[in-house]
């Protein structure tokens, strides 16, 4: 993989803020403002120690996510891209009845063990670039997806073949320059290959998708200010 999606290999090495009390070395981009993990071959993904996913609740990150995608969803079916605990789903499927089919996808397959599966739901334990593209969804989510996917290009390029007309794409990732070292867990270098900004993601989305336009974007909160950033496509 080159240093940057948009195929540029110069880097700057930054360290800002409370990211030098964290031992990994981060780089941006200097054509796109995309900034990586350096040197490290992220994991994706580990649930936190002692974290019981079965009868875990709805935590901030998924309310804030909800209360976007209720505002923005299209009667129709909807794929999850990254799933990870399942919970958002869960609650999609008993809520908005609007909803069709759902299907929800996590790589992960130590995830994928730990997360409780209801009735309604069609799981994966797989990547959607595994998916057939005869499947179209008129909804795509992906909560706390992307900043763990190395090949993001191929990802978003694949969330446009598996849209439906009309179909609406919601995705969100940790705000990189408001996550601090009391929340670190929006900023795990370890586990996440890229860290977003609210230029950093604009760039990514309106260069890779050809289908899809920006028409939300917000900097929510999950434990302070501004530590989400959510962006609403539409085709
Ligand atoms: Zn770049």
């Not at 030098?20 to 071959?41: F, P, W």
């Not at 959607?128 to 191929?154: A, G, P, Q, R, W």
Request: hydrophobic share 35%.
């Amino acid at each position: 993989m080159k240093f940057c999606w948009c195929g540029e290999e110069k880097h700057e090495v930054i360290s800002r803020g409370n990211w030098r009390y964290l031992h990994y070395v981060l780089g941006e981009c200097q054509n796109c403002s995309a900034i990586r993990t350096i040197g490290y071959d992220c994991i994706s993904s580990k649930p936190a120690p002692n974290l019981d996913l079965k009868n875990a609740g709805l935590g901030p990150r998924h309310m804030a996510s909800l209360k976007t995608i209720k505002e923005n969803y299209i009667d129709g079916n909807l794929l999850d891209v990254g799933c990870g605990d399942g919970k958002l789903d869960q609650y999609i499927r008993k809520n908005y009845s609007g909803i069709k089919k759902i299907k929800a996808v996590e790589k992960s397959r130590l995830i994928f063990g730990l997360m409780e599966k209801i009735d309604g739901i069609e799981y994966g334990n797989e990547t959607i670039l595994d998916m057939n593209n005869d499947e179209k969804y008129e909804n795509i989510v992906s909560t706390h997806c992307f900043e763990h996917v190395k090949n993001i290009v191929e990802t978003l390029q694949k969330c446009e073949d598996l849209s439906s007309e009309n179909a609406m794409l919601y995705i969100s990732v940790p705000n990189v320059e408001y996550v601090n070292f009391t929340n670190f867990l929006g900023f795990s270098p370890d586990e996440h290959c890229w860290h977003f900004t609210k230029k950093s993601i604009r760039n990514l989305l309106e260069k890779v998708l050809k289908e899809f336009k920006i028409v939300g974007f917000y900097e929510s909160k999950i434990w302070d200010s501004r530590d989400q950033l959510e962006v609403v496509l539409k085709k």
